[in-house]
């Protein structure tokens, strides 16, 4: 069964700082790796997907990476604001999604 | 569609009730998929559609939860005789094709399931 870790659970950080967040996964035979942002109350927002096949992925002031050989998924955020404050989760898809347990970001103004 | 509905947005039930929850997908979108995110678990998966067939139904907690889909469109999860438990945000997800490098999924608002 796929496991999928998030660390840090929660991060918080004053503007303009970058942000990393980290996702590991225990079973490398995935599609693609996706991050999502979650707002309170508020469905899932897609951010980005990496294919198995690719090794980052780049979206405005996010970037995101991925070593399937060691299980692992980094989220950059460049120059936060206060507008980034929310939970981000990533899920691997084996067909269906797991998701980790979410990294809970807040920006200071 | 322009995007994945679900409805109603928010349920307040008694327990013992049946509820049924409603997920209209991305027109086109072959696959559907069902999660549940709930306080104590996270997201986790529940039943995955591809047309009106369900090939893998393993995330579905008891016996109490099924799931239909019709015209390989319209989608309904039933739980019956609903407990304290089921509380939970239901999530419908849909994709253009399932697996694969293609398999992008796309979420709807969700559905709060409140049960007194």
């Known amino acids: 069964k796929q496991e999928v870790t998030q660390i840090p659970a929660a991060l918080s950080v004053p503007e303009g700082e970058n942000l990393v967040l980290n996702c590991s996964f225990t079973?490398?035979?995935?599609?693609?790796l996706q991050w999502f942002r979650q707002d309170p109350g508020k469905g899932l927002t897609s951010l980005l997907l990496?294919?198995?096949?690719?090794r980052e992925q780049t979206s405005g002031r996010l970037n995101a990476s991925l070593d399937k050989s060691s299980g692992r998924s980094t989220l950059y955020i460049a120059a936060s604001q206060p507008g980034d404050s929310a939970t981000y989760l990533c899920?691997?898809?084996?067909?269906?999604?797991?998701f980790g347990a979410g990294t809970t970001v807040t920006v200071r103004a | 569609g322009a995007g994945v509905s679900q409805s109603p947005s928010n349920k307040v039930t008694e327990k013992g009730k049946d509820v049924e929850l409603r997920c209209d997908p991305i027109s086109g979108h072959t696959a559907l998929y069902w999660y549940r995110q709930s306080l104590g678990q996270g997201l986790e998966f529940l039943i995955y559609f591809q047309g009106n067939s369900a090939p893998d139904k393993s995330g579905l907690p008891s016996d109490r939860f099924s799931a239909e889909r019709t015209g390989g469109s319209v989608s309904t999860l039933t739980i019956q005789r609903t407990q304290q438990e089921d509380s939970a945000v239901y999530l419908c997800?849909?994709?253009?094709?399932?697996?694969?490098?293609?398999?992008?999924?796309?979420f709807g608002p969700g559905t709060r399931l409140t049960v007194l």
């Open positions: 899920a691997v898809n084996d067909y269906k999604l797991s």
């Open positions: 997800a849909s994709s253009r094709i399932a697996g694969g490098p293609q398999d992008t999924q796309y």
């Open positions: 079973d490398s035979a995935i599609y693609n």
């Open positions: 990496i294919q198995s096949s690719q």
